[in-house]
């Protein structure tokens, strides 16, 4: 199996960049909450700290009688402010349903443009057919000052101590921060800012009572026309990308994700396990039956597959085992009683000719024995499971002359025709399994043939084949699959007269299997007679996950190697 493929259907490597792609992702999401979130909060706290000072501009407008004073005024408010104001038709700009609806709660609306990097602000006058507007390009300390002279002039229409403390608590409603009026000795300031206090001008403080940014703020001090007190404006907190209790929702929101993502990974894990689990069960409570569904092509999938292969192996193992003692017991009953009948005959007779006579027939059923018990230990060798295999190229032109002279050998009235490939075609094999293949199933057709045999090899298409041909009267199509069973014979010209046990034909599938292949018998379109022919991958697997009952059909699911 080449390493991508085997990198591929690794359950730990798909774990784990399963684990990394989950991580990547949910970094990825919780950046976009993040920046989405903070999107909205930056431009609800805009809109909040530009309400309450567009609100003041607003009703200063709103206070002048004339439309020369009210350019006049709006034009030191834009000196001040360090942005041109101007007043224009709300009719002129199409504004959304949300800042429809913000203009008739009285709040401003901010619209930020981030390519240009400028911020366009607007607040409806109480005429409701104009609206208020400025463009600022950053937020300075000469607005925040501004921000504190409007309020001045605002209070300026309130001549009493109670007057200007009530008009303080209205504006609180527009502001996102506490108005005060306070006496100056109790606002800790020191003799710096108590003088320019006392010069009319605009005290800024910045406070910043913890390393954490989430507590920085300023305040802002306005000098008062009431003597020894002050309006304190704040404290304002500054705007933070990254507070704690966002921090701590995104960690908790990650986390979830995380796990999410890990359960979705592990949980086909486990449900695989429990399958296999399930199919373990049932397999110990006696039911060989019993299969795993394999999903997948992981390592819990030929897990899955194994098992499946386990038990059907298990199964078949039982099932031979059952029809060898039952093939076994009924075979040796034969020569077993011919040897009790000789012995018999040579307690009876006297005569020297008729005992060795019935010594001869004593010996060949014991060689027929020895031939018996060889085959069966050969067949249950290859029936346990895998044997060890000395895979190695094999030159099938030396091969097949080798099984011809063989043949020739055991002196039969039959023709052996050779018609071996190039002597350059090689197979991967194990030549000794590849010759008792070969060298069976010569015998085999030896036993039906009429005239002429025929064996043959090659490589076609990426697999090897070795074929064995006779001129008999071959085998019905209905009864083809049967002569590979053990012990098995057919009813027609195929008879106990023509010899074998019934298991030459069963050990020659058994190999094929092992070699990863697979064994067919049909009609010689030459001869007339069977053809058998094993045909194998030139490299053959060292492992099979399955294996078949009759014929040795592959498993239904094979993997990539």
Known sequence: ??????????????????????????????????????????????????????????EGIARQDSETQREYWLSDASSLFGSTFRIIPIKEVDFSSSEQRRFESDETVVRYVDQLNYTDVYHRLP???????????????????????????????????????ARLTELEEK??????????????????????????EVVILFQDTNTSQSNSSIRIIVPSEISDMAISMGPVPLFNWFPLNLIISMVLISMFLISLGVYALIFPLERKLQLIQVGVNEVSRGNLDSRVQVIGQDEIARLSATFNAMTSHIKRLIESQRELT??????????????????????DTDDEDSRFTQRDFIDEDIESLNGLIDEILTYAKLEEGSPKLDLEP?????????????????????????????????????????????QN????????????????????????????????????????????????????????????????LSIVSRIAFWFSGSMKVDESPDLGGARFVMTWPIKPLTQTIAADQITQEKSDRTFDS
Do not use: W
């Open 175 to 200: 502001f996102p921060f506490p108005l005060a009026l306070k006496g100056v000795n109790t606002l800790n300031l020191d003799s710096d800012q108590l003088a320019r206090l006392r010069r009319d």
């Open 326 to 347: 039952r093939a076994v017991s009924h075979e040796l009953r034969t020569p077993v009683a011919r040897i009790r009948f000789a012995v018999d005959m040579l307690a």
């Open 1 to 58: 199996m080449s390493l991508v493929s085997s990198l591929k259907h690794s359950i730990f490597v798909r774990i784990y960049a399963g684990l990394l792609i989950v991580c990547l992702c949910v970094a990825l999401f919780a950046q976009l909450l993040m920046d989405t979130i903070n999107k909205e909060r930056v431009q609800s706290y805009r809109e909040n700290m530009a309400t309450g000072a567009f609100y003041l501009v607003g």
């Open 441 to 504: 199933l010569a015998g085999n057709a030896l036993r039906y043939a009429e005239t002429t045999i025929v064996i043959s090899a090659g490589v076609k298409k990426g697999d090897a084949f070795v074929s064995v041909e006779d001129d008999g009267h071959g085998i019905p199509e209905m009864d083809r699959e049967k002569v590979f069973i053990p012990f098995s014979r057919l009813d027609d010209s195929r008879t106990r007269a023509s010899g074998g046990y019934g298991l030459g």
């Open 127 to 165: 005429d409701g057919e104009s609206v208020l507007t400025v463009r600022i390009t950053q937020v300075t300390e000469q607005q925040v000052r501004a921000m504190a002279v409007f309020l001045l002039d605002d209070m300026s229409y309130y001549t009493t101590l109670s007057a200007k403390r």
């Open 394 to 438: 094999v030159n099938l032109k030396e091969l097949i002359e080798q099984i011809v002279r063989e043949t020739n050998a055991l002196g039969k009235d039959i023709k052996i025709v050779g018609k071996p490939p190039s002597s350059k075609v090689t197979a991967v094999a194990d030549r000794r399994y590849l010759h008792r293949v070969i």
